[in-house]
């Protein structure tokens, strides 16, 4: 399994609005709800925010990495968001975000939830990734980046 296998077109926003970080991530969670049958949204939202007022998801250098494990989750699926305004979301860095990456995974896979996160930050902490990743225009082009990148990685 790889990282760039688990987010589709339908998952992937392009134009998030600079809105509140609760606005965001409901728009996000809607999204990627609407791209995979059999996640319940107000569940998701509730469980992404619970984890997000623990502790901030915002990584630094623009990046924030939503999470939540959800007991009805079968397999682990990603959504990807830009906020081309930026969105104040605490980061460690206090700067603001513009690239999301939204994971939702099984609440009885904690292993593959971490090995995911951990994928996330390591693709992350590459500028060339993340430049690229604010100029692309299309889902298509967010999917081709993620895997060219992620092929330097083996499979989870």
């Known amino acids: 399994m790889r990282f760039g296998d688990l987010i589709s077109e339908a998952s992937i926003d392009l134009n998030l609005p600079s809105q509140p970080k609760e606005d965001v ?8 709800a ?5 996640i319940d949204p107000e569940r998701a939202v509730s469980a992404v925010l619970e984890r997000e007022f623990a502790l901030s998801t915002g ?11 959800l007991p009805e989750m079968k397999e682990p699926v990603v959504g ?9 979301f605490g980061a460690m860095d206090n700067k603001p975000v513009n690239l999301l990456f939204l994971l939702l995974a099984p609440e009885n896979e ?4 971490l090995k995911l996160l951990s994928r996330i ?3 992350c902490t590459r500028q060339d990734l993340r430049e690229a990743l604010l100029t692309v225009s299309t ?11 992620e092929s330097d990685y083996q499979e989870l």
């Open 25 to 32: 991530l409901r728009l996000l969670v809607s999204r990627l």
């Open 80 to 88: 990807f968001g830009r906020c081309p305004k930026g969105v104040d």
């Open 34 to 38: 609407h791209a995979h049958q059999g």
């Open 121 to 123: 930050s390591r693709l």
């Open 139 to 149: 889902a298509e082009e967010v999917l081709d980046l993620i895997k060219e990148h």
């Open 59 to 69: 990584v630094g250098q623009g990046v924030a990495v939503p999470h939540a494990t």
């Open 110 to 113: 904690i292993s593959l939830h």
